[in-house]
């Protein structure tokens, strides 16, 4: 099972500025991963897939870089609506499916 | 447009069956291009996810649960179902049904989600 490990757990960050979220797999996924926003009583959503594609409708100052086993979400200003918890999600190799433990990211 | 929706009991007693059916609309679940899942996730914690059905019907299952998952699909409602057995309070979470696309090799990302339903574990 490949494991895969969210830093920091916790983020805070003021509006405006920039954030950076890091997620670790424990062996090579390639580009097979994707990032989930999910905000309290909603279910994720899909951020980005393929490690840097955003998805449908997903601003730009969201954007996914890394392969292998290093990957970073970077949402380069932030705004009132973007404080979350933020998930990465592999699919290279599986079953089973698995996801980060999380990084909350919370107004300073 | 693709919407998901969970129903089933919110209440389910240890040892039980928890039963779920997500009903998908704006598409067909027939389609050869997708796959469909069930993930779930317990109060204050992570996303794990459950299984998958191909349109073929062929599953796959998250090893922790495939004693005790079956999922199916209803293509004459345009439904696929979660039956999880010998609940217990463990099993207690919000459930989500999901969309995954099939890729070259596997599948890739869950585009479309389920609003999500919470199923309790409780005598």
């Known amino acids: 099972e490949i494991v895969m490990t969210q830093s920091p757990g916790t983020l805070s960050v003021s509006p405006g500025e920039r954030a950076t979220l890091s997620c670790r797999a424990s062996?090579?996924?390639?580009?097979?991963l994707a990032w989930y926003q999910q905000k309290p009583g909603q279910a994720p959503r899909l951020l980005i897939y393929?490690?840097?594609t955003r998805a449908t409708g997903i601003p730009a100052r969201f954007s996914g870089s890394g392969s292998g086993t290093e990957f970073s979400l970077t949402i380069s200003s932030l705004q009132s609506e973007d404080f979350a918890i933020y998930y990465c999600q592999q699919y290279s190799d599986w079953p089973p499916l698995t996801f980060g433990g999380g990084t909350k990211v919370e107004i300073e | 447009q693709l919407q998901l929706q969970e129903s089933g009991p919110g209440l389910v007693k240890p040892s039980e069956t928890l039963s779920l059916t997500c009903t998908v609309s704006?598409?067909?679940?027939?389609?050869?291009?997708?796959?469909w899942a069930w993930i779930r996730q317990p109060p204050g914690k992570g996303l794990e996810w459950i299984g998958s059905?191909?349109?073929?019907?062929?599953?796959y299952y998250n090893p922790s649960l495939k004693s005790r998952v079956t999922v199916s699909l209803d293509t004459s409602k345009n439904q696929f179902s979660l039956n999880l057995s010998s609940v217990t309070v463990a099993d207690t979470a919000v459930y989500y049904c999901?969309?995954?696309?099939?890729?070259?090799?596997?599948?890739?990302?869950?585009?479309?989600w389920g609003q999500g339903t919470l199923v309790t574990v409780t005598s």
């Open positions: 059905i191909y349109f073929s019907g062929n599953t």
């Open positions: 062996q090579s996924v390639g580009s097979k």
């Open positions: 393929g490690a840097s």
């Open positions: 704006g598409g067909s679940i027939r389609s050869g291009h997708y796959s």
């Open positions: 999901a969309r995954h696309p099939l890729i070259i090799v596997g599948v890739g990302e869950f585009d479309h």
